[in-house]
């Protein structure tokens, strides 16, 4: 059975940063490119970024490149995103998913699996 399980939310402040956290079992992570996503209450689903199964390609929405970082460990079965300089329009709650690549990787119905999510709310 896979999981993919997200920890890290919470509130800050603007300006501020958080790290989220996405451990998976039931799968062979280093098989798996890892997706992050994000959804706002009366929003639809929006793409973060990817990352490829080696973690030598990594891919980010224009919302939040130069602001955030996908990393994995694929010893660890861990992908991470780091989120700096958060401002309120990041808040949301973040979920990963996984898929063979990063191919289409902007869908969320692309991937095969996805967690539930973590809370991240930025105040002003």
């Known amino acids: 059975q896979v999981q993919l399980v997200e920890s890290g939310g919470g509130l800050v402040q603007a300006g501020g940063s958080l790290r989220l956290s996405c451990a998976a079992s039931?799968?062979?992570?280093?098989?798996?490119?890892m997706g992050w996503f994000r959804q706002a209450p009366g929003k639809e689903t929006e793409y973060v970024g990817c990352?490829?199964?080696?973690?030598?390609?990594?891919y980010y929405a224009g919302s939040v490149k130069g602001r955030f970082t996908i990393s994995r460990d694929n010893g660890k079965n861990t992908v991470y995103v780091q989120m700096n300089r958060l401002k309120p329009e990041d808040t949301a709650v973040y979920y990963c998913?996984?898929?063979?690549?990063?191919?289409?990787?902007?869908?969320?119905?692309?991937?095969?699996?996805r967690g539930q999510g973590t809370q991240v709310t930025v105040s002003s």
């Open positions: 998913a996984a898929k063979r690549d990063c191919i289409g990787g902007i869908d969320v119905r692309s991937y095969d699996y």
């Open positions: 039931g799968l062979t992570f280093g098989t798996y490119a």
């Open positions: 990352m490829s199964r080696n973690g030598i390609n990594t």
